[in-house]
């Protein structure tokens, strides 16, 4: 009986997590910025082939729409759309990650990212940079998830994870740190050798047939990672190296 009660309560809370998205996709807040942004990608498909100069003006028109409903964007379910965007949000829904493809790549696919932030006095945005050269127009990432851990100070840290590609045989994967700090998103540097991001980078020339590319996995909440370590010709070893939060840095098990 007590196993029957245990089942109907979570098919309940399951069904009322449905109905909450469906809700929200329904509104008619969602179906503005869907649509919004549907159109905007294609028209710059079609630029892309016709005009290819205006694709940039086109994805600067993208971010404006995105602004205009930066605060609906809380309240929408995440997703891994490859054709629109990809949105990962905090639980506490104070940050919000949003990258798309600009369609300006080729192999290496050219993904932009707009973090969203909540901030005392407003709602602010800012269009993150390559972490592994800030020149670069882009973050050649999008972000799947991102957990949140708490200092011992009780201090919010958000651990991003997105990945992306330099060509179809070179996907890269990082974890990145965020935290608002006095009105400004700011990037903790927490790893290891002071740093904000762990980067990995696999060539799959060097993977065998079969062989998946493995994923930097977290696990605890946010507070252990394990990063796999790169082999010979820059496959994959087979190992993992563990990070731990000690409640200020990460440290190496």
């Known amino acids: 009986m007590r196993t029957l009660l245990t089942i109907l309560i979570l098919s309940a809370l399951t069904c009322k997590g449905q109905n909450t998205t469906?809700?929200?996709?329904?509104?008619?807040?969602?179906?503005?910025?869907y649509s919004a942004i549907r159109h905007q990608f294609i028209l710059i498909d079609s630029?892309?082939?016709?005009?290819?100069?205006?694709?940039?003006?086109?994805?600067?028109?993208?971010?404006?729409?995105?602004?205009s409903y930066k605060a609906a964007i809380f309240n929408f379910p995440d997703t891994l759309d490859y054709d629109?965007?990809?949105?990962?949000?905090?639980?506490?829904?104070?940050?919000?990650?949003l990258s798309w493809d600009t369609r300006t790549g080729g192999t290496l696919i050219a993904f932009t990212t707009m973090a969203i932030f909540k901030t005392p006095q407003a709602i602010r945005t800012k269009m993150l940079a390559d972490t592994t050269n800030e020149t670069m127009p882009y973050t050649y990432m999008h972000y799947n998830s991102i957990h949140t851990i708490t200092t011992a100070d009780a201090?919010?840290?958000?651990l991003?994870?997105?990945?992306?590609?330099?060509?179809?045989?070179?996907?890269?994967?990082?974890?990145?740190?965020f935290s608002i700090t006095e009105n400004q998103l700011t990037e903790p540097e927490i790893f290891p050798d002071k740093t904000s991001s762990v980067y990995v980078e696999f060539d799959l020339h060097a993977?065998?047939?079969d062989q998946k590319v493995p994923v930097i996995r977290i696990k605890n909440s946010g507070k252990t990672?394990?990063?796999?370590?790169?082999?010979?010709r820059q496959g994959f070893s087979g190992?993992?190296?563990?990070y731990i939060f000690n409640g200020k840095v990460f440290t190496a098990k």
């Open 22 to 33: 469906t809700d929200v996709k329904n509104s008619q807040t969602f179906k503005s910025f």
């Open 47 to 67: 630029l892309r082939e016709a005009n290819y100069d205006s694709v940039e003006a086109a994805n600067d028109k993208l971010v404006q729409i995105i602004k």
């Open 84 to 97: 629109l965007i990809y949105l990962a949000k905090s639980s506490d829904k104070k940050l919000a990650l």
């Open 155 to 158: 201090k919010n840290i958000y």
């Open 160 to 177: 991003a994870w997105g990945n992306g590609q330099g060509s179809t045989a070179l996907p890269w994967q990082e974890l990145r740190t």
């Open 207 to 209: 993977f065998k047939d």
């Open 225 to 232: 990672f394990q990063v796999p370590i790169e082999g010979e």
């Open 239 to 242: 190992k993992y190296k563990t």
